[in-house]
């Protein structure tokens, strides 16, 4: 039990009113029709204020009043719909709340040996001995006892206790379901039990309690094989963490970690929290969380994420966030989340369920009252080559109400989609994809276009020195001692990018400037061993009286050059300058007023995977991917040409990417957005899905967008596309598919070619385990692994 702060209202009298929201485990409610009637039995409860129920995780989060019910009262009304609720109904509160803190899935049931299945295999027994007495054995089935006259043999009774030992379950699940007004296969299927029964049709009604109870057992296997991948996902953060506390090293449970305390990692432990690493180095197997394939290398200063593997090295880190607040516990909740979100094909599959039921009982209810009444003697009819005789017998017509009946039952229909989008779901957070709601997953699947944000998104969001090009006697050293002297006292990225390179080649101690002076727009200017030097935009040199013969535009991002634009006689190689201009990169030119010493060209570099990516895109049938940034034409230009974009538009303020995501949907259709910055989160938020960078991405674009790429990798957009289009396919398959093997069925009893075994085994059990299993193969497929060339 835990308070729900969030839910709280106001009293009567103005004064706070306490709900609290109870967490529990309902395992058999595994799906919509279960769903549904524990929700009208708890409608019924006055005290109730919400509640959240998913039969994909077995669970039910229910908001309450506890000034006018108790949780008990909550679980009372649970059980009081047919469903056993985990920690049992005579737990006190200290118990339950102990028993259900902090569970989000149902546990794994022993499915095959449950008491449910050990009736079934008793009736199962007990049917074959029947049949056996009934059709083989004939001379030894003897009379044993007689009710109202009619005599019953060794195989009516062995039927019978197949009955009682199958089909109670059923009859009693049948009753709650009347008792709370839902037309579900519960009841449908116990009134057929009860009615056969109560006629004397004893194989039938044996029959169709062990084959339904098969069915059900089979369901729950499919349902419990969908949940392991979610329990898969929630058992990768371990349970407890190794501390530094007073000096020593103390093992504790991962949620008694508090914030800002040295958590210790050995090689091959999972990493219990998010942190920050303060000493050792080591590879580290995030896919987990990110999705990369490869372990990356971390060393102190760089953060770790729980439910990643240390693979070599010793670490010790700093906690920066509780366990319950984890990356690995912000996705496992929104994967939760997002099962609750229902999509168009699941709202139009209650609707459509909600008139299919009800007309087909009554089908099956005039298909057996009807036809016994206008045929007086039995009619043969030939159809399409075929003999049919339709009989006048009340016996034959009952039989073929009662299988109408069961194939009125909608479940494989009902679960079509839920299962589908809980496999894609899950397997998507598995390859590092977070997708907020089933109606994401399917509404990527529906994209025309797709829009890409430059910055952070196709390129690595990082500026890098790309070419160092020294002039007359300078050295490439030289050069960077004196710039990176300079821009030490600069804040500005380019001054970072500069320092960074300086350090990479080792230049040695950098002078310390004096004078330092930033000069607005232009670059800066500082005093080193008596000269003053200048590091800047090529027209700050221009001013200074500098010919430097070229035309230049102004940029800041773009891709590494690879001709030489170095010259011997103390100037630029010709066009040099305007060569690395138009492959979209910044240059600093370093000088004094009276010599050039040469000049450092910065780009944003372009990610290894973003030009395969767009090229993928085209091959799995995205219309139109274009390239939004608020960068000049000129970087525009040259990072479109290189990762293959089909247009760009360059120079946009945030509103203008609204308008601009808003002309690609009146021009192509449905719209997805990808960015990682704050003047991204309009954008994302007007297109139909909005897909953010969710390592780098800023929180507000992480809480704006309904997808998240949790490892900064543009590379699994294609997979996220192919993994939404498939599912669309997938669901469209399970749904007609349901729909189409129930109107066959449906058709054909009529003409008895549909006995009740076939509408069980074919028409209920079959097509649930078939749309299940087709929903399962989405967790086959797999993001590209994009090599750099």
């Not at 385990?769 to 590209?784: F, H, K, Y």
Request: include cysteine.
């Amino acid at each position: 039990m835990t308070e729900n702060p969030d839910t709280a209202g106001e009293t009567s009298g103005g004064g706070q009113r306490r709900e609290l929201t109870a967490r529990l485990v309902v395992p058999e409610m595994d799906c919509p029709s279960c769903a549904q009637k524990v929700d009208k039995s708890l409608q019924r409860v006055d005290g109730v204020v919400d509640a959240t129920l998913q039969p994909t995780t077995g669970t039910a989060n229910v908001t309450y009043d506890p000034d006018r019910i108790s949780e008990a009262d909550v679980v009372e009304a649970i059980e009081a719909a047919g469903y056993e609720v985990v920690g049992g109904s005579d737990s006190d509160d200290d118990e339950r709340e102990e028993a259900t803190d902090g569970v989000d899935i149902a546990p794994p049931s022993e499915i095959w040996t449950s008491p449910r299945a050990k009736k079934t295999w008793l009736g199962a027994a007990l049917v074959t001995l029947g049949l056996l007495f009934e059709f083989l054995f004939i001379g030894q089935n003897i009379t044993v006892a007689s009710v109202l006259e009619n005599p019953l043999h060794i195989a009516d009774v062995l039927f019978l206790g197949a009955v009682a030992a199958s089909g109670v379950p059923v009859v009693r699940s049948g009753y709650y379901s009347a008792k709370n007004r839902s037309l579900d296969i519960d009841l449908l299927m116990g009134t057929a039990i009860i009615a056969a029964t109560g006629i004397g049709y004893f194989v039938e009604a044996a029959t169709l309690a062990v084959l339904f109870s098969i069915a059900e057992l089979l369901e729950d296997y499919a349902m419990d094989r969908a949940r392991d991948s979610l329990r898969e996902l929630m058992e990768l953060s371990p349970d407890e963490a190794t501390v530094l506390r007073d000096g020593e090293e103390v093992t504790v449970p991962a949620e008694e970690v508090e914030v800002g305390e040295i958590v210790v990692v050995r090689p091959g432990d999972k990493i219990p929290l998010d942190g920050t690493i303060i000493e050792g180095e080591s590879a580290v197997d995030q896919s987990p969380i990110t999705g990369e394939s490869v372990p990356v290398d971390k060393n102190v200063g760089d953060e770790v994420y729980a439910g990643s593997i240390n693979e070599e090295g010793y670490l010790e880190f700093e906690a920066t966030s509780a366990a319950s607040e984890s990356t690995l516990s912000q996705i496992i909740e929104m994967v939760q989340g997002a099962q609750a979100k229902k999509t168009e094909s699941e709202q139009f599959v209650d609707r459509f369920s909600g008139y299919y039921t009800p007309l087909v009982v009554v089908l099956a209810i005039l298909t057996a009252a009807i036809p016994p009444l206008v045929i007086a003697d039995p009619i043969s009819v030939d159809l399409a080559g075929y003999g049919f005789t339709f009989a006048s017998d009340w016996q034959t017509w009952f039989i073929r109400g009662l299988t109408l009946l069961v194939i009125a039952c909608p479940c494989a229909f009902v679960i079509s989609t839920p299962v589908s989008v809980v496999s894609g779901i899950t397997s998507a957070a598995k390859n590092g994809v977070l997708i907020k709601g089933g109606n994401y997953l399917e509404a990527m699947g529906e994209v025309d276009a797709v829009a890409l944000d430059k910055t952070g998104t196709l390129t690595k969001g990082e500026l890098v020195v790309t070419d160092v090009i020294p002039v007359g006697g300078t050295t490439e050293d030289n050069l960077l001692r004196r710039a990176a002297g300079l821009e030490r006292r600069s804040e500005h990225p380019i001054a970072t990018a500069i320092l960074a390179r300086a350090e990479e080649a080792g230049v040695g101690d950098l002078p310390d400037p004096t004078g330092f002076e930033s000069l607005t727009g232009k670059g800066i200017r500082g005093e080193i061993d008596g000269e003053t030097y200048y590091a800047g935009k090529p027209a700050l040199f221009e001013e200074l009286g500098f010919d430097l013969s070229r035309t230049h535009r102004e940029t800041d991002g773009g891709v590494v050059a690879e001709e030489s634009a170095e010259s011997d006689d103390g100037a630029f190689a010709e066009d040099a300058l305007a060569t690395l201009e138009r492959e979209g990169k910044t240059v600093v030119i370093v000088g004094m007023e009276s010599e050039l010493l040469g000049a450092i060209a910065i780009a944003d570099e372009v990610r290894p995977a973003s030009k395969r990516a767009v090229e993928r895109l085209h091959e799995l049938g995205v219309e139109r991917v274009v390239m939004l940034t608020g960068d000049n034409e000129g970087t525009a230009r040259a990072i479109a040409d290189e990762v293959g974009v089909d247009e760009y538009r360059a120079e946009l303020l945030p509103e203008e990417k609204v308008d601009a995501v808003e002309e690609l949907q009146a021009e192509y259709g449905e719209v997805a957005m990808v960015g990682d910055g704050i003047n991204d989160a309009p954008a994302l938020a007007t297109a139909e899905v909005g897909i953010a960078m969710g390592t780098a991405g800023t929180d507000t674009a992480l809480e704006t967008a309904d997808i998240a790429l949790m490892g900064d990798d543009v590379g699994k957009l294609p997979y996220l596309y192919d993994l939404s289009h498939t599912a669309n396919g997938v669901i469209r398959q399970n749904i007609w598919s349901s729909l189409g093997v129930k109107a066959l069925l449906a058709l054909g009893v009529p003409l008895g070619l549909v006995s009740v075994a076939v509408a069980v085994i074919v028409g209920d059990m079959g097509m649930s385990l078939g749309v299940t299993g087709n929903a399962m193969r989405l967790s086959r497929i797999e993001p590209d692994r994009f090599v750099d060339a």
